[in-house]
Every structure is written in C-alpha cells, then in structure tokens.
C-alpha cells in the first residue's frame, strides 16, 4: 500500500477541531473521511509498504510495545529522519491506518476526566509542542523512533538492543527525550553498554540512569559527539558508569 500523508491545511483544521471532535475520538470507527467528506485531505507519497498488522494492546501493561517496534520499524526502514520528523505523516497513521492500535492503546475516554483532554489528545494523535518529546510520544511515530535509535543489524539479532531500550519505560523515556538521541551511534553505544552490565548482573539505577544521560549531553556541550566512533563512545559511557557506582 501507499504511504500517505495529511495535507498541511487539514492538519491545521484537525489540531484546531479536537475539542468539538472529542465524541469522534471516542469512536471505534474510523472517522476522518466523513470529517473531510468531499475535500482533498490526503495525498500519497512514494513511499510503499506492506500491510502492517499490529498486535492489539491486552491491557495497561500488556501492550507489546517491542513485538509492534519490530513491525513498524522493520516496515518503514526506509524512511529518512526528516520522513519520520513529519507530523503529517504520523496525524494520517494515527487517525486512519492504525486507529484500531490507537483506541486501544490510547483510548481518549481515559483523558476526559483530566485538565487538559486537548492537549492528551494532541501528544498521542498529533505533535506536542516539544518537538524532541513529540516524536516518541505520538502513538505511531514512538514505535518507529524505538527501532531507529536502537537497530543494530551488526549483531545476530538486530533488535536485540530495541529490547534493552524498552526494558523499562524510565530507560526510553531519559534516553529519547534527549537532543542527542537524534544520533543513533550514541544511543546503541549506550545501550550496548546496558547489555554488558546486564549481562554481568550488574544493573544501573534509576537516579545513576538519569545522571548518566545528564553527563552525556553536557558532554555534547563541550565535545562533538557525532565524531566520535561507537567504541569510543561506549568507553565513554563505560567509565561513567563505572564511576556512579
């Protein structure tokens, strides 16, 4: 199938509209035709892809975040980072390929009863405002993001650090909120390094974790980091670690 886009003009009117849509972001059924019903609101890019069939959340916490990284990524690995950058992209997936995923994922009930619904609805369907939190926050995008920072297809299973990554949700969260995990090199050098210490029972902390991705990225205020090799960016996480324990 083509990969399509949103047009620019009906993302502006879906992002100003979620209010008087929350009833429609409640629906099982995907809305977004009748919504646009007579107007050009998409066009296809081209880009082509296979049929993606995510596994449907079971629960909170059974929601198989790593099994549907795997498929998106392993389906969009040809998008370039300014593709995957695109909010038009991501607002079409969400509202139309993967709305089954996102009610069940993200279902918009469970925002009703909080402050700000508008704003839930645009972190998880749309972009937030914060553009380095906004790509792994969008329902979609946040998947293909997980296997961009984490693929490595040096190693026997590529997706083998994808699972570091997504071992605890404090892990992604410090890691990919951050500038530099725009550089895949610097994050797989940091969770290889996870993998070591795992494997030798030596787990890092929540606080040492956050005091670790602190010093990185004030080392990319001093340091060019994306000239660095990932053997020595690794020996650069190493010696923090070791240090914070």
């Known amino acids: 199938m083509e990969l399509n886009y949103i047009s620019e003009s009906s993302l502006d009117e879906l992002k100003v509209n979620i209010l008087s849509n929350i009833e429609r972001y409640t629906s099982d059924e995907v809305w977004i035709y009748k919504f646009f019903e007579g107007t050009t609101w998409n066009f296809p890019s081209t880009i082509r892809i296979e049929n993606i069939d995510l596994h449907m959340p079971q629960s909170s916490t059974l929601h198989f975040d790593f099994e549907n990284t795997k498929k998106i990524y392993t389906s969009l690995k040809g998008l370039s980072v300014i593709q995957a ?5 991501w607002t079409y997936l969400t509202h139309n390929t993967f709305w089954n995923y996102m009610r069940k994922r993200w279902p918009v009930e469970s925002y009703l009863e909080k402050e700000k619904p508008v704003e839930a609805i645009k972190e998880r369907y749309f972009f937030m405002a914060n553009r380095d939190r906004a790509l792994i926050r969008n329902g979609i995008a946040r998947l293909w993001w997980y296997g961009y920072v984490s693929y490595d297809e ?12 997504l071992s ?3 892990i992604a969260q410090s890691l990919l909120e951050r500038s530099f995990s725009r550089n895949p090199d610097i994050t797989k050098a940091v969770l290889s390094v996870l993998k070591q210490k795992e494997l030798e029972t030596s787990f890092i902390d929540r606080e040492n974790f956050r005091s670790l991705m602190m010093y990185i990225n004030q080392l990319g205020g001093v340091t060019i980091l994306d000239t ?4 020595d960016l690794e020996e650069l996480v190493r010696e923090k670690i070791e240090a914070l324990s």
């Open 85 to 89: 950058t695109d909010e038009r992209l």
């Open 168 to 170: 605890k949700l404090d």
């Open 228 to 231: 660095l090799d990932r053997e």
């Open 154 to 165: 040096n190693r026997e299973d590529p997706f083998e650090l994808t699972k570091v990554l």
